[in-house]
């Protein structure tokens, strides 16, 4: 009974492509998150949703749209893919929007070619 | 604002020695602090919090990390290193001003030598 769920777990890619990155929680979780984790392992946290509302948009390229359809999944599509989209990509959740532990997905390494 | 600072981007110790991660923080609002362990080609795993009650707080696997307002750290302690401690470390800090800004430090690799 996974948490939080993440698909696929590898993405390998050529440029300019466009794809998506699933995520899902049976958490029961109002708030979940994306991050990316570059190379230097440096984690940035991209978007965070609470009960299907954006409500964090730390500067990302308009290439990465996220998409809540229901407050257990979030998605993440991405146009256009780059070289430096390389990187491995997070999802997590918590129960609010309080001062909460965040519950982490085992991540999706995406890899541009 | 807020922002995590962590000291050392490498750690190595000797198994059955004792481990010290830095961690300092700054922060406008009263924080909560965390640290969380990833092991390699992993996701990340909950090691403790601290969420303003008591300043020594104890996290699994013999870890824990004390609170000191004054010197805005948390750095996290274990008495004695095992090989399964080898792990990227990261100190986090959040607090509820509006929203839940979390904000992670740049992690520590921690290297246990047998």
């Known amino acids: 009974d996974t948490a939080v769920s993440q698909t696929p777990k590898y993405l390998v890619t050529q440029m300019g492509n466009d794809k998506s990155i699933k995520c899902e929680q049976n958490l029961g979780h109002d708030t979940m998150y994306w991050y990316k984790q570059d190379s230097k392992k440096f984690l940035k946290i991209m978007f965070s949703y609470n009960n299907k509302e954006l409500i964090i948009n730390e500067t990302v390229p308009n290439r990465f749209s996220p998409k809540s359809p229901d407050k257990a999944h979030l998605n993440l599509h991405i146009n256009s893919l780059e070289l430096g989209d390389s990187a491995v990509y997070f999802c997590a959740s918590t129960p609010g929007q309080g001062k909460n532990t965040q519950y982490f997905g085992p991540g999706t390494r995406l890899t541009v070619l | 604002a807020q922002s995590v600072t962590q000291l050392d981007s490498h750690v190595s110790v000797s198994e059955g020695t004792p481990v010290l991660l830095r961690c300092n923080y700054s922060s406008s609002y009263s924080p909560s602090l965390f640290w969380y362990v990833q092991h390699p080609n992993k996701g990340l795993q909950l090691l403790l919090k601290?969420?303003?009650?008591?300043?020594l707080v104890k996290g699994i696997n013999g870890f824990e990390a004390e609170f000191k307002k004054s010197e805005t750290s948390f750095h996290l302690t274990k008495p004695s290193a095992h090989m399964s401690d080898a792990a990227e470390y990261f100190c986090v800090v959040t607090h509820s001003g509006g929203y839940q800004k979390v904000t992670f430090g740049t992690g520590t690799k921690l290297q246990v030598i047998p």
């Open positions: 601290y969420t303003s009650a008591a300043t």
